[in-house]
Each structure stands twice: as C-alpha cells, then as structure tokens.
Nanobody
Framework: QVHLVESGGGLVEAGGSLRLSCSIS????????MGWFRQVPGREREFVAAISWGGDTTQYGDSVKGRFTISRDIARNTAYLQMTSLQFEDTAVYYC????????????WGQGTQVTVSS
C-alpha cells in the first residue's frame, strides 16, 4: 500500500517562504510523476506543479511560476515544493499526488497540509 504524507504547512506572512514535503511510504514504489495541487473551500482544485521522478521535466501553474519550485529526492523517496514570495491568494490546503504511469490520472493522494498566508 502506498501512502503519501505531506508536511511543512503553516502560517506565514505575505512575502515569506515555506517548504512542503511529501514522503512516499512504500520504499519500493517509484512514481512516474509527482504533483502538487491546492484547494480552497468552495473552489475547484488547482494544479500547482509537477515533476517527473527522473527529474528531467517540471511543470508549473501560471499563478506560481517564478515563485514555487518543485523537486524530489529519490534516496529519501520524497518530493518537495519550495514556495517563496507567498501571497494571501496562496492560502489553501496543499495536496501531493503520485502517478504510476503516463495516463492522465493521479493514482495516490496525500491527506493535505494547510498553508495560510497572512496579508
């Protein structure tokens, strides 16, 4: 069974930084791709960033380009989301997700971590 566990969320002032981590519980599991999403109550889930597990390709949502950086540590089986220049609009629950193949669907999801940016 594969579990994703996010950590690193919290309260930060506007302009500040946070780093989220997503730990994959199954050591023998190598995802095809890892992604970060976020959601505000009453709104649709928003794509934030994604990275191939090989690390050669990354994607970012338009609202976070230039401010957020996705990375992964294969040895630690962990993905990260470094967030800088945080804005009030970045306040949301952040979820990590893993794909097992190139099919356009994420197969595993974490429980989410709250990020709150004070203005």
């Amino acid at each position: 069974q594969v579990h994703l566990v996010e950590s690193g969320g919290g309260l930060v002032e506007a302009g500040g930084s946070l780093r989220l981590s997503c730990s994959i519980s199954a050591r023998t599991f190598s995802p095809y791709r890892m992604g970060w999403f976020r959601q505000v109550p009453g709104r649709e889930r928003e794509f934030v960033a994604a990275i191939s597990w090989g690390g050669d390709t990354t994607q970012y949502g338009d609202s976070v380009k230039g401010r957020f950086t996705i990375s992964r540590d294969i040895a630690r089986n962990t993905a990260y989301l470094q967030m800088t220049s945080l804005q009030f609009e970045d306040t949301a629950v952040y979820y990590c997700a893993a794909k097992v193949s190139s099919v356009d669907r994420y197969d595993y999801w974490g429980q989410g971590t709250q990020v709150t940016v004070s203005s």
